[in-house]
């Protein structure tokens, strides 16, 4: 069974800095992309930023020039490091990938979700 692990949510001041991580665990023949995503109450959830396996990134337009994503395709695993933060950044943040498990190598790729990490932006 597939799961995605997430860690590195917590209280920061702003202007702090956060990194979040997320690995991919489970029979898979192959991870597509992976990312993140952060809902706040009363909003639909939104893309912060992916990266897929050739390292081609993307991001929201609040996130750029503060937020970084990177992987490590041999770990299975997504990094986002946030700088600057600003108190408008808390939310839930959940990973997001898009991967074949080895038992469904013939239908093709499939979208997992994370259970989410609380990031809090707050003086």
């Known amino acids: 069974q597939v799961q995605l692990v997430e860690s590195g949510g917590g209280l920061v001041q702003p202007g702090g800095s956060l990194t979040l991580s997320c690995t991919a665990s489970?029979?898979?023949?192959?991870?597509?992309?992976m990312g993140w995503y952060r809902r706040t109450p009363g909003k639909e959830r939104e893309l912060v930023a992916r990266i897929n396996s050739g390292g081609s990134t993307s991001y929201a337009d609040s996130a750029k020039g503060r937020f970084t994503i990177s992987g490590d395709n041999a770990k299975r695993t997504v990094y986002l490091r946030m700088n600057s933060l600003k108190p408008e950044d808390t939310a839930v943040y959940y990973c997001?990938?898009?991967?074949?498990?080895?038992?469904?190598?013939?239908?093709?790729?499939?979208?997992?979700w994370g259970q989410g990490t609380q990031v809090t932006v707050s003086s």
């Open positions: 997001n990938a898009v991967l074949t498990p080895i038992a469904l190598i013939v239908t093709g790729p499939r979208e997992y």
């Open positions: 489970g029979r898979i023949f192959s991870v597509d992309s």
